[in-house]
C-alpha cells in the first residue's frame, strides 16, 4: 500500500531523529530485508513502509501486518490492506471493509465500512455499503446514524454540518438538531441559504 506523500515525509523525518530503519531490496527476488539498530531479518518480505510512529506495515505476500522499531510482530498477517500510523492510528481492511486501528492495535469500529477518515476531534468520519454516511467516536461509539447524502463536516463537537436528501442541517455529536435539515446549503464559516436569503448559524471559532 502505497504511503500517502505527506505522512512518508514525517515518518522519514521521525526514522532519521530515533532510529535506523533501512529497507533492502534482494538482488534478484521482490523480497526485502529490514535493518535496524540492533538486527536485520532476512528477505522475508515483500512489502515494507517506513517507519512511523515507532511502527510499520509489512507483507508477506498479499496480507499485511505491523511490526514495531524492533520487528517485533503486533499483529497477525490479516489485513489486505494497510497505512502507515498518523497521529495514533491506521486505516486498514480487507477486500470489503475497511476500519481503523489505533495504538494499542485495537480495531476501533464494531463493523466494517465501505470508507473512513482519520479522526477530527476524536470523531471518525464512515461511509456505509449503502452509499450513506455517518459518525462513530474513537472508541467505537456510534455518534451519528449513517443516514446522510455527504460526508458530514465537523466544526466542532458542537457544530457538525449534515446533509439528508439534499438539504442541509447543523446537529451535534449526539446527532441532536441545532438547525433543522432545510437549507439549501450552509458554508463552514457558518452561513446558511435558505429562500433566497443568507443566514447566519454559528461562528467558527
Given at each position: 500500500m502505497r504511503l500517502f506523500f505527506a505522512a512518508s515525509i514525517s515518518c522519514l523525518l521521525l526514522v532519521s531523529n530515533v532510529q535506523h530503519w533501512q529497507i533492502t531490496k534482494h538482488p534478484n527476488l521482490h523480497r526485502y530485508a529490514i535493518s535496524t539498530d540492533t538486527f536485520t531479518s532476512d528477505y522475508l518480505y515483500s512489502e515494507v513502509s517506513e517507519l512511523c510512529e515507532g511502527?510499520?506495515?509489512?507483507?508477506?505476500?498479499?496480507?499485511?501486518?505491523?511490526?514495531?522499531?524492533?520487528?517485533?510482530?503486533?499483529?497477525?498477517?490479516?489485513?489486505?490492506?494497510?497505512?502507515?500510523?498518523?497521529?495514533?492510528?491506521?486505516?486498514v481492511g480487507d477486500s470489503i471493509s475497511k476500519n481503523l486501528l489505533n495504538s494499542r492495535m485495537q480495531v476501533i469500529l464494531p463493523i466494517g465500512v465501505a470508507q473512513l477518515r482519520l479522526?477530527?476531534?476524536?470523531?471518525?468520519?464512515?461511509?456505509?455499503?449503502?452509499?450513506?454516511?455517518?459518525?462513530?467516536?474513537?472508541?467505537?461509539?456510534?455518534?451519528?446514524?449513517?443516514?446522510?447524502?455527504?460526508?458530514?463536516?465537523?466544526?466542532?463537537?458542537?457544530?457538525?454540518?449534515?446533509?439528508?436528501?439534499?438539504?442541509?442541517?447543523?446537529?451535534?455529536?449526539?446527532?441532536?438538531?441545532?438547525?433543522?435539515?432545510?437549507?439549501?446549503?450552509?458554508?463552514?464559516?457558518?452561513?446558511?441559504?435558505?429562500q433566497g436569503k443568507y443566514l447566519r448559524l454559528f461562528n467558527r471559532k
Open positions: 511502527k510499520a506495515y509489512v507483507a508477506k505476500g498479499e496480507l499485511y501486518a505491523y511490526v514495531n522499531k524492533d520487528l517485533k510482530e503486533l499483529t497477525p498477517y490479516v489485513f489486505v490492506e494497510a497505512h502507515n500510523f498518523i497521529d495514533g492510528y491506521a486505516i479522526p477530527t476531534d476524536g470523531l471518525i468520519i464512515v461511509k456505509s455499503h449503502s452509499e450513506t454516511w455517518g459518525i462513530y467516536d474513537v472508541r467505537g461509539n456510534q455518534k451519528l446514524p449513517m443516514i446522510y447524502d455527504i460526508p458530514p463536516v465537523v466544526i466542532n463537537r458542537e457544530t457538525i454540518i449534515v446533509r439528508k436528501e439534499e438539504v442541509y442541517g447543523v446537529v451535534n455529536d449526539c446527532n441532536e438538531i441545532i438547525h433543522p435539515v432545510g437549507f439549501q446549503y450552509i458554508s463552514k464559516n457558518g452561513l446558511g441559504y435558505k
